[in-house]
């Protein structure tokens, strides 16, 4: 498959944050990345329920929530109704991750689970099956700018082997200090969707910038 390209907002500028949607929504961009952040699970706040709902209006694109909170369960009708098309949960959050999962189907998405660098892939065997996609997290969660951890790619070729037998089809996305440097190691690796932000949005052309990571 062709790989995805989901720009973070996290690193948009949030007082031009239509103006920065409406890009991505002209730009070859296949999602829309957005970061929620507790202050409890991760050490930064993001933003909630409200803008959520405010970049939903404006995207054309599907909406990628990646939750780094705790109790995720607690809210995920709500990050559905405000326009969540895609919900990941981190399995670190999760003490019944099975659970969490059929939930976010039974609303009718995406459903996607998320690990921190120093989780191993091999604690996915029993729910691989059931997922839609997998997120390797190539930073520690919780800020943007962050330096690429290089034994994410030792992770996404255990995910891509362990994806052969149990889910062929499975999304594997890779998020954090994602560029132009290591964008064909990370598709070698077995990464089909890439999340950039800083990358994105600190370039001079963001639109290009995605083109580029589009077409590397």
Known sequence: ??????PSIL???FANLQRDIEMINNSEADWVHVDIMDGMFVPNISFGFPVVAATKKHATKPLDVHLMIVEPDRYLKAFKDAGADGMTV???????LHRTIQAIKELGCRAGVALNPHTPVALLEDIIADLDMVLIMSVNPGFGG???IDNTYKK???LKELSKTKNPGLLIEVDGGVDQSN?????????NVLVAGSSVFSSANPAVAISNLKHP
């Open 146 to 148: 962050q330096k690429f």
């Open 1 to 6: 498959m062709n790989h995805l390209i989901a």
């Open 11 to 13: 690193a948009a500028d």
């Open 90 to 96: 981190h399995y670190e959050a999760c003490p019944h």
């Open 156 to 158: 996404l070729n255990d």
């Open 183 to 191: 964008i064909g190691k990370l598709l070698q690796a077995g990464a």
